[in-house]
């Protein structure tokens, strides 16, 4: 049973427009969320990161949004540029245990110049 | 620097036949991973290890096994491929102290007929 879910597997998006990527958690044990961003014929790059003790983060254009109560987080890409276009996935770990990361399906963006 | 690098990068097996990918790390990291990648599945944790001379499993270990004798290597085994084994492999490390912002490899893309 997948524990981190991107229930959507496909966005598009305007260039200069705002990216929001979603992704729900299942495990209320998680407690550290990341995203990662992976081009075609290459390894996942990390993105950002967020704990659960916060409920945002920022990094440039990048900002992952926490909702505990609702076990969902969110990754919004502002503006958006054709470079953005990959992959994202999600994923969750439960910290105190052996730092394992459950990834989603992952969700292909399309940023359209 | 070469981060985190896998070999090979394509492999044609044929059922019951065996083979190893290596992942080779050069930046001392202490954890490293094996995932299997595929289609609507996401990144799933084959086996891992937190040092030299240890190993664990992960979510789908049937089928693999592991081996970390160097700190810098981590090698996964396929003793008898079976087709259910056809995916993309990617292997993974990070320090033991990070914030699971893992390096990952190119990936390799391994068929089984």
């Known amino acids: 049973d997948q524990q981190v879910k991107q229930n959507s597997p496909s966005l598009s998006v305007q260039e200069g427009r705002i990216s929001i990527l979603n992704c729900d958690y299942t495990n209320s044990m998680f407690d550290y969320f990341l995203w990662y961003k992976k081009y075609p014929a290459e390894g996942p790059t990390f993105l950002i990161s967020i704990s659960s003790i916060k409920d945002k983060n920022e990094d440039g254009r990048f900002t992952v949004f926490l909702n505990k109560s609702a076990k969902h987080l969110s990754l919004h890409i502002v503006p958006s540029q054709p470079g953005d276009s990959a992959v994202y996935f999600c994923?969750?770990?439960?910290?105190?245990?052996?730092?394992?990361?459950?990834f989603g399906t992952g969700t292909r963006l399309t940023v359209i110049p | 620097n070469a981060g985190v690098t896998q070999t090979p990068k394509f492999r044609v097996l044929k059922t019951g036949q065996s083979m190893t990918l290596l992942c080779a790390q050069d930046?001392?990291?202490?954890?490293m991973y094996w995932y299997r990648q595929d289609p609507g599945m996401g990144l799933r944790l084959i086996h891992y290890s937190v040092g030299e001379g240890t190993t664990a499993k992960g979510e789908v270990p049937d089928g693999y096994n592991v081996s970390r004798l160097k700190k810098q290597n981590f090698l996964l085994g396929l003793e008898s491929a079976a087709p259910s084994q056809t995916s993309v492999y990617f292997c993974?490390?990070?320090?033991?102290?990070?914030?699971?912002?893992?390096?990952f490899g190119q990936g390799t893309r391994l068929t089984v007929v």
């Open positions: 994923a969750a770990s439960a910290r105190g245990g052996a730092n394992n990361l459950f």
């Open positions: 930046m001392n990291h202490e954890y």
């Open positions: 993974a490390s990070h320090f033991q102290d990070s914030t699971l912002e893992a390096f």
